[in-house]
């Protein structure tokens, strides 16, 4: 049984940084497409970044240039380094593994960007 569990979230000013992390159990974890996903209140869960099993990356137009997603596959990890963060940031993070046309979520973490 495959479990992701994401940490990392909290209350950052605009212009900080967080590091959102997503420990996942499981084997064969070098052979899941990763990603991290955010669902703001109102609105539709969204794709932010991804990284592919050759660690090949590719992101939203509304992150790029401030978030690097990255994994290290020695520790089961996916990480995404959030810097210049802005208040339309705030959502609730969720990452989520692929493989075999399966897809796991972790639980969601919080990230709220206010001064």
């Known amino acids: 049984q495959v479990q992701l569990v994401d940490s990392g979230g909290g209350l950052v000013q605009p212009g900080g940084s967080l590091r959102l992390s997503c420990a996942v159990s499981?084997?064969?974890?070098?052979?899941?497409?990763m990603g991290w996903y955010r669902q703001a209140p109102g609105k539709q869960r969204e794709l932010v970044a991804g990284?592919?099993?050759?660690?090949?990356?590719y992101y939203a137009d509304s992150v790029k240039g401030r978030f690097t997603i990255s994994r290290d596959n020695a520790k089961n990890a996916v990480y995404l380094q959030m810097n210049n963060l802005k208040p339309e940031d705030t959502a609730v993070y969720y990452c989520?593994?692929?493989?075999?046309?399966?897809?796991?979520w972790g639980q969601g973490t919080q990230v709220t960007v206010s001064s």
């Open positions: 989520q593994g692929s493989r075999d046309g399966a897809n796991y």
């Open positions: 499981g084997s064969s974890f070098s052979a899941y497409v």
């Open positions: 990284i592919t099993i050759r660690s090949t990356t």
